[in-house]
């Protein structure tokens, strides 16, 4: 998925959801839903991915897995966002944060979380702002060390933010080193991008997450830019 080999991400999940039910691993059938309805959305079938999110919010509440709650606002965020709805996005952001506190989330998780903040902050104050916060995010997923398509998405985005300010030969080498990180596999967009108040500048929809929030699979993030330490600058 991280690298864009979208069909062949959609089998493994369903095969690894399909597992999880056979062998009664409900606790992680949350986060396998969620990701499927984010490749539902990188297609174009929106009113699937929405159900899909529903089922797996459903699925982590009725397993208690918060982990995977953060995780689904984190995605409903960002679909917020590209619907230009900003309020909604800043609010799933938040609740995201919430749940994030009472777990150990692993720094990919923590590098999505700072930065989804980054982009809500340059929808709702310009780039200027947003290209802070997504520094931020970068240093915290450089300190955590995240795998390299996780940096590859933090410096696409801060590209289109540079972009936006003006800054082209900047932003081209952002871009040039983000598709080196990714192992010259460049970012594939959604197929039908939906409609927008103000998008944010950034590439599609692509939490840069490449496993679960929970901390069974990796060591606590530092937490470079702690939840609901920041808001509108």
């Known amino acids: 998925m991280a690298r864009g080999f979208y069909d062949e991400a959609k089998s493994e999940y369903e095969e690894a959801l399909r597992l999880a039910f056979e062998v009664g691993a ?58 230009g709805e900003v309020a909604v996005a800043r609010e799933q952001w938040e609740q995201a944060c919430e749940m994030t506190t009472r777990g150990t989330p692993p720094p990919q998780f923590m590098a999505a979380l700072n930065w989804v903040e980054a982009l809500v902050t340059a929808a709702e104050s310009g780039p200027e702002p947003g290209l802070h916060k997504m520094v931020d995010a970068l240093a915290g997923a450089v ?56 998008r944010p500048p950034r590439v599609p929809l692509s939490v840069p997450s490449v496993m679960s929030p929970s901390g069974r699979r990796g060591r606590a993030s530092p937490r470079p830019t702690p939840c609901g330490s920041s808001r509108r600058r």
């Open 26 to 83: 409900y606790a992680e059938t949350p986060f396998l839903m969620a990701r499927l309805a984010e490749l539902a959305y990188r297609a174009g079938e929106r009113s699937q991915a929405l159900a899909a999110l529903d089922e797996a919010n459903a699925a982590a509440e009725r397993y208690s897995v918060t982990d995977s709650g953060a995780f689904v606002r984190l995605l409903r965020a960002q679909l917020a966002l590209d619907d």
């Open 143 to 198: 300190a955590g060390r995240c795998a390299d398509v996780v940096t590859a998405s933090l410096v696409e985005s801060a590209a289109g933010l540079l972009s936006e300010l003006g800054d082209h030969p900047r932003a081209a080498r952002l871009l040039a080193a983000g598709t080196s990180w990714r192992g010259g596999h460049p970012v594939r967009p959604r197929s039908a991008p939906g409609p927008s108040a103000r």
